[in-house]
């Protein structure tokens, strides 16, 4: 009896120095719960026992218990720090703090949803059957298989192989199809990124021009330009870890506004002198973006009519922060279909059919190796410019999220590549797995 008490005592001291000591990120950890379980199950049709099992079972994340009501989600960690996140229809799930109003107006973008009888990718019909007689479908079956394999190591979801703008494979686990929404995470990025291209080659934006913040215009930050933002390389403070209390958690799990946390940040080197991977930065460009138009209603359409529902992709939703921001950083939702549209229509230099969204020259801007990124990083494209992958080709460049989301584009290969799941390197090896697709194309 003596030590059964002696080992609940222990039990309980290790439970109480454990929550001492992680007490200040309780709020992160039960926001992240909320969030994720918020968003999977409204916008990715999971069901809330697999959030549990997956999505939110790692690292400190699995202390969370969450549950789900109508349109709200709950999490709290030991019945300490609950956190509430609400779906909105059109602006998907958003964290809330005691001032959010949930009978309060709000406005939403329209959809540009149009009906054709074309075939895949340029439509919404089924793909034509093609054969490719350089194709060897059985090694190329082969290698997704492989990416399959170690479930519970490698983690993959989906994997979608399309060449020469037809998908010559596709593979989902048991519970994802054709149909379900998934979390780009950071290929987040990469949408925000392009929307500036469109308004480029529409002549109502040059990304050379300086950032219209007010704030910066009294101090050496005032010389900061879009293009330094689009790139990286402002040279303002920014920390970019997710384990721990920091800039980037603190803007997603306790900001009402996600647009200002970089705004508020002092300049560490001037422009260009460091590249400092930053949400913050991706999350001010969503809130330049805004300053574009005349109406907040604007705003929220553009993204929708000049560029997700224009090549079809229907499935995507772009979530917003509590005041309607986008949040370019983290939270773009698409089918794996979907996500291939994105890097096909960066396979054809910005043509979809035929009409033009955005310049060639644009693709040559965000596949230029950004200054002391050692050759990984464009604008808002990761790149393999200096063969990070040694065995793919150093033209791919590619949307990267959180747990491996990819959408690889292989210009010389005519390919796009997109994988989904909830691992990423080591565990997942990229590089193997190109490579074995690749081989099955000669």
């Known amino acids: 009896m003596k030590n059964l008490k002696?080992?609940?005592?222990?039990?309980?001291?290790?439970?109480?120095?454990?929550?001492?000591?992680?007490?200040?990120?309780?709020?992160?950890?039960?926001g992240f719960a909320s969030k994720s379980m918020a968003s999977s199950v409204f916008i990715g049709k999971q069901t809330a026992e697999s959030v549990s099992l997956n999505e939110?079972?790692?690292?400190?994340?699995?202390?969370?218990?969450?549950?789900?009501?109508?349109?709200?989600?709950?999490?709290?960690?030991?019945?300490?720090?609950?956190?509430?996140?609400?779906?909105?229809?059109?602006?998907?799930?958003?964290?809330?703090?005691?001032?959010?109003?949930?009978?309060?107006?709000?406005?939403?973008?329209?959809?540009?949803?149009?009906?054709?009888?074309?075939?895949?990718?340029?439509?919404?019909?089924?793909?034509?059957?093609?054969?490719?007689?350089?194709?060897?479908?059985?090694?190329?079956?082969?290698?997704?298989?492989?990416?399959?394999?170690?479930?519970?190591?490698?983690?993959?979801r989906t994997v979608l192989v399309a060449y020469k703008n037809n998908i010559i494979s596709e593979k989902y686990i048991d519970g994802f199809n054709e149909g379900t929404s998934i979390l780009g995470w950071s290929m987040s990025k990469s949408i925000i990124a392009t929307l500036y291209g469109i308004l480029q080659y529409q002549g109502k934006l040059d990304v050379n021009?300086?950032?219209?913040?007010?704030?910066?215009?009294?101090?050496?930050?005032?010389?900061?330009?879009?293009?330094h933002l689009l790139r990286m390389q402002s040279g303002l403070a920014w920390e970019e870890d997710y384990t721990k209390i920091s800039d980037v958690t603190k803007m997603l799990f306790l900001d009402a506004d996600m647009t200002k946390a970089q705004i508020q940040k002092e300049a560490i080197a001037k422009p260009t002198e460091v590249w400092n991977y930053s949400s913050g930065t991706s999350n001010l460009l969503s809130g330049i973006l805004k300053t574009q138009f005349k109406t907040h209603q604007e705003y929220l359409d553009f993204p929708y009519q000049q560029l997700i529902d224009k090549i079809g992709m229907n499935?995507?939703?772009?979530?917003?922060?509590?005041?309607?921001?986008?949040?370019?950083?983290?939270?773009?939702?698409?089918?794996?279909?979907?996500?291939?549209?994105?890097?096909?229509?960066?396979?054809?230099?910005?043509?979809w059919g035929n009409e033009r969204l955005f310049d060639e020259d644009w693709v040559k801007y965000i596949t230029k190796p950004t200054q002391h990124s050692n050759g990984t990083y464009g604008g808002h494209f990761w790149l393999n410019a200096n063969g990070k992958y040694p065995d793919v080709?150093?033209?791919?460049?590619?949307?990267?999220?959180?747990?491996?989301?990819?959408?690889?584009?292989?210009?010389?290969?005519?390919?796009?590549?997109?994988?989904?799941?909830?691992?990423?390197?080591?565990?997942?090896?990229?590089?193997?797995?190109?490579?074995?697709?690749?081989?099955?194309?000669?």
């Open 56 to 156: 939110n079972n790692f690292h400190l994340i699995k202390m969370a218990d969450a549950t789900v009501n109508t349109n709200t989600a709950t999490s709290s960690v030991f019945g300490l720090m609950k956190r509430k996140s609400v779906y909105r229809e059109g602006l998907g799930c958003v964290l809330v703090n005691d001032d959010y109003n949930e009978n309060e107006p709000y406005q939403k973008p329209n959809r540009f949803i149009k009906k054709d009888t074309l075939p895949y990718p340029f439509g919404h019909q089924k793909e034509k059957d093609t054969i490719f007689e350089n194709v060897d479908y059985g090694k190329l079956n082969a290698a997704i298989e492989n990416s399959f394999s170690e479930p519970d190591v490698k983690k993959t």
């Open 393 to 442: 080709p150093k033209d791919m460049y590619s949307a990267n999220g959180f747990q491996g989301q990819r959408v690889f584009i292989i210009p010389s290969k005519d390919l796009v590549i997109v994988r989904t799941g909830l691992a990423e390197e080591p565990d997942f090896n990229i590089n193997t797995f190109l490579k074995e697709i690749l081989s099955a194309i000669n």
């Open 6 to 30: 002696r080992g609940l005592f222990f039990f309980l001291f290790v439970i109480v120095i454990l929550l001492y000591l992680n007490y200040p990120k309780l709020n992160l950890i039960s």
């Open 209 to 227: 021009s300086r950032a219209p913040i007010a704030e910066w215009q009294k101090d050496d930050r005032k010389n900061i330009t879009i293009n």
């Open 315 to 351: 499935s995507m939703l772009i979530e917003a922060d509590m005041n309607g921001n986008y949040i370019g950083s983290s939270y773009a939702w698409a089918t794996t279909r979907d996500w291939a549209k994105f890097g096909l229509l960066y396979l054809n230099n910005g043509k």
